[in-house]
C-alpha cells in the first residue's frame, strides 16, 4: 500500500514493512527543503503504525541519496535556512536515529550514495547494497568540512578508511563489497535488481521477532555507543529488566514449545 500526499518520498506498507523511499530521482534524490521537511514527518508516521515493524529505507532511480540539494543552496539559502540552523547546533532530524525511531530499520543502497546520504548509511540498524552501490563523500571537494556522517561512519568501519574516504572527495570512490570488508554493511545484493526483493525478504524475517523486545535490544545497543562499558551493560540491563512481565516474554518460550509463530502483544513498549 502506498500513501499518498507526499512529493518528494514515497511511504508505503507491504505487509508488516514500511518503506521510506527517497522520490527525487531527476536530482540524485538530494534532499531539498520540501524533503527535509517530509523526511521527519514520514518517520514519524511509519515509527507510530502499528501495523508496521520494520521500515526500508532506500531510494528510486540511479542513486540512493547525494545530501543536500546544493542548486537549491546556491539559488535560495533562505529554503534552507532551518536546516542551517540545525546542522550548527546538531539537531538533525534526517534518519531515524535523528528522530529516536526504535523500530529496526534496514538502509537498501540501490546505487550512488554521497555526502549527506551517508548519514542514512551509518543511522541504520542493518544495511545492504547493491553490487552497484557506490559510497563517495564530496564535501572537502567543494569546500565544505566532512563531519558529522563520517564521524557517525567511523563507528560501523575501521578509522582508517573512513578519513580517506573524507580526504579523498570525489576522487574516490567506494566499492559496495569493499563496503562489506569494511563493515559499512553486511550483503552485496546481486544482480542488483532484486535488491528490493532481498530486503523485502529480510524485513520480513526480523519483523517475525518480538517488537518490544527488538526496541529494547535497539535501544540497548545504540546507547552504548554513547557511554563506557560499565555504564552501557547497566543500561542494558535496565532494558532486560523493563520488559520482566511483558506477555512476549511468556509467548515467546510457549510458541517455542508449541513450535508455532508467536501472537506478539504489541508493536511498542
Do not use: Y
Not at 36 to 42: G, K, N, P, V
Not at 133 to 157: C, M, N, W, Y
Amino acid at each position: 500500500m502506498t500513501a499518498t500526499g507526499w512529493t518528494t518520498l514515497e511511504v508505503e506498507r507491504h505487509g508488516a514493512v514500511g518503506w521510506l523511499v527517497f522520490d527525487r530521482p531527476a536530482v540524485g534524490n538530494a534532499m531539498d527543503a520540501a524533503m527535509l521537511a517530509e523526511l521527519e514527518q514520514a518517520w514519524l508516521e511509519l515509527d507510530t503504525d502499528p501495523a508496521v515493524r520494520v521500515i526500508v529505507n532506500t531510494g528510486n532511480g540511479a542513486a540512493f541519496q547525494t545530501g543536500l540539494d546544493v542548486a537549491q543552496l546556491a539559488t535560495d539559502r533562505e529554503a534552507l535556512r532551518e536546516q542551517s540552523r540545525r546542522t550548527k547546533r546538531s539537531e538533525l532530524k534526517l534518519t531515524a536515529w535523528h528522530n529516536h525511531v526504535w523500530k529496526p530499520v534496514i538502509a537498501a543502497v540501490n546505487g550512488v550514495c554521497a555526502g549527506g546520504g551517508l548519514h542514512f548509511v551509518a543511522d541504520a540498524d542493518i544495511v545492504i547494497a547493491s553490487s552497484n552501490a557506490t559510497f563517495v563523500d564530496p564535501h572537502v571537494s567543494i569546500g565544505q568540512v566532512s563531519a558529522s556522517e563520517v564521524i557517525a561512519l567511523a563507528r560501523k568501519s575501521p578509522m582508517e578508511p573512513v578519513v580517506r574516504m573524507a580526504l579523498a572527495g570525489v576522487h574516490e570512490r567506494v566499492t559496495a563489497e569493499r563496503a562489506r570488508q569494511l563493515g559499512i554493511l553486511s550483503e552485496v545484493v546481486d544482480p542488483p535488481e532484486r535488491l528490493r526483493e532481498a530486503a523485502q525478504e529480510l524485513a520480513e524475517k526480523v519483523a517475525r521477532n518480538s517488537p518490544v523486545a527488538m526496541a529494547a535490544s535497539k535501544r540497548a545497543l545504540w546507547g552504548a555507543l554513547e557511554v563506557g562499558l560499565t555504564d552501557a551493560c547497566r543500561a542494558g540491563a535496565a532494558e532486560i529488566m523493563d520488559l520482566w512481565g511483558h506477555p512476549d516474554q511468556a509467548e515467546g518460550p510457549e510458541a517455542f514449545a508449541e513450535k508455532r509463530e508467536p501472537r506478539w502483544a504489541s508493536t511498542s513498549t
